[in-house]
């Protein structure tokens, strides 16, 4: 999500946003230290540093796509990256749909209540990634989910053709590439992450089968 209209001078990671849609991650992000110490939103040596670890974490997800059509996060928890993506495409991506799948509901009554008091539009479902009917998103995006195998045969189900799948990755990311290229076809982008040294964002196109 490029190209932000109306910047002013919050810098966020590597880029810069809206004095309303930094407002808007500080919400969520005070929302995140409220809930989890009751649901385990995140774990607890990371609740003094969401602002760090979770919310520039995935905002570093959101450069990679300009104008999203449908974006589905699955696997959503905490709401990381999902409600973040929400939160900037309400600027500069108004007409984006943004679906969270969590099957969780405690978190989904989170993810709602965030939704909800951070004034962004999204969809919630709470079901397993498996039972959600195809959504043929235009993006797919996944943190700290599953290994990148699971993953691609969730992109198999749930991305259109020309989608793009943004997947988080830590240390073993290599390892898991190289794995998953057993069963799977896919053209790949590895790009270094802000927060983590030796971690990576994949970008992944084409995904099909072997």
């Not at 989608?163 to 390892?175: C, R, S, Y």
């Not at 799977?184 to 040294?197: A, N």
Request: with cysteine; proline share 4%.
């Amino acid at each position: 999500m490029k190209n932000l209209p109306n910047m002013t001078d919050v810098e966020i990671g590597n880029t810069v946003v809206s004095r309303e849609t930094y407002d808007r991650l500080k919400h969520y992000e005070s929302l995140v230290q409220k809930w989890s110490p009751k649901i385990n939103l995140v774990s607890k040596n990371t609740l003094g540093d969401v602002w760090e670890r979770h919310i520039i974490d995935s905002v570093q997800v959101c450069q990679f796509i300009e104008h999203p059509d449908i974006w589905l996060d699955i696997g959503s928890g905490g709401g990381f990256p999902g409600v973040v993506a929400a939160i900037v495409a309400a600027e500069c991506s108004p007409d984006c749909r943004v679906t969270l799948v969590e099957s969780d509901k405690r978190k989904c009554a989170f993810l709602r209540n965030a939704i909800r008091e951070c004034s962004i539009t999204a969809e919630v479902i709470s079901e397993r990634i498996e039972t959600v009917k195809p959504m043929n998103a235009s993006v797919l995006s996944a943190r700290a989910l599953a290994d990148l195998n699971g993953l691609l045969e969730y992109a198999e189900r749930h991305l259109a053709i020309d989608g793009v799948a943004l997947f988080p990755k830590g240390i073993q990311w290599k390892k898991e590439v190289d794995n998953a290229r057993s069963q799977w076809r896919f053209d790949l982008e590895s790009t270094k992450s802000w927060t983590e040294p030796e971690a990576v964002i994949l970008k992944i196109k084409g995904v099909a089968r072997v």
